[in-house]
Nanobody, 120 residues
Framework: QVQLVESGGGLVQAGGSLRLTCAAS????????MGWFRQAPGKEREFVAA????????FYADSVKGRFTISRDNAKNTVYLQMNSLKPEDTAVYYC?????????????WGQGTQVTVSS
């Protein structure tokens, strides 16, 4: 089982940027694909981005494509989500998880989440 801890959330104005960090422990991080999801109040958890174990493959939700970038540093057991050109509709709790795919059922271990709030 992998333990995941997200950080880097906060309050930002529309058009601004944030970088989220997910620190992993308790497993062989470099063996795992990783993903980011988000959940806004009253909405279902939705896929944001995923990255393969090596970092060679990534894919994104259409809603964030071109604005968000997922990356990883296997030497630091860390995955990142760089978020640029933020919009109020990006406001949500952001979670990292271990797995691969665009649905939450394809992921096993989850962090506790970090709040991102984008003001208009």
């Amino acid at each position: 089982q992998v333990q995941l801890v997200e950080s880097g959330g906060g309050l930002v104005q529309a058009g601004g940027s944030l970088r989220l960090t997910c620190a992993a422990s308790g497993g062989t991080f470099s063996n795992y694909a990783m993903g980011w999801f988000r959940q806004a109040p009253g909405k279902e958890r939705e896929f944001v981005a995923a990255i393969s174990w090596s970092g060679a493959s990534t894919f994104y939700a259409d809603s964030v494509k071109g604005r968000f970038t997922i990356s990883r540093d296997n030497a630091k057991n860390t995955v990142y989500l760089q978020m640029n050109s933020l919009k109020p509709e990006d406001t949500a709790v952001y979670y990292c998880a271990q797995g691969w795919g665009a649905t939450s059922e394809e992921y096993d271990d989850w962090g506790q989440g970090t709040q991102v709030t984008v003001s208009s």
